[in-house]
């Protein structure tokens, strides 16, 4: 069984920093694509960032394409969201997910695994 435990979230102010880990078990997370969602409320589920395995290959939405950063350590089991510039609209529950699929990282559907999520509040 594959779980994914994510931590790092809390309260921070606009324009300040967060970093969220997420942890997976298991033997196989180097075979993983990781990705990061979110979701705020009254809003749907939405595409944040994702890595390949080797984590040579990052993808962001555009929403937070400049500010936040995936990383991975392949040895720690463990893919990272560095998160910086926070703005008021970056408030949302954060999750972790990992996918076999190497194509369609933005889509939720092609995730395999997903952690209980992080809760990031940034205040104006």
């Known amino acids: 069984q594959v779980q994914l435990v994510e931590s790092g979230g809390g309260l921070v102010q606009a324009g300040g920093s967060l970093r969220l880990s997420c942890v997976v078990s298991?033997?196989?997370?180097?075979?993983?694509?990781m990705g990061w969602f979110r979701q705020a409320p009254g809003k749907e589920r939405e595409f944040v960032a994702a890595?390949?395995?080797?984590?040579?290959?990052?993808y962001y939405a555009d929403s937070v394409k400049g500010r936040f950063t995936i990383s991975r350590d392949n040895a720690k089991n463990t893919v990272y969201l560095q998160m910086n510039s926070l703005k008021p609209d970056d408030t949302a529950v954060y999750y972790c997910?990992?996918?076999?699929?190497?194509?369609?990282?933005?889509?939720?559907?092609?995730?395999?695994?997903w952690g209980q999520g992080t809760q990031d509040t940034v205040s104006s």
């Open positions: 997910a990992a996918t076999y699929n190497s194509v369609s990282v933005a889509r939720s559907s092609y995730y395999n695994f």
């Open positions: 298991g033997r196989t997370f180097s075979s993983y694509t």
């Open positions: 890595i390949s395995w080797s984590g040579g290959t990052t």
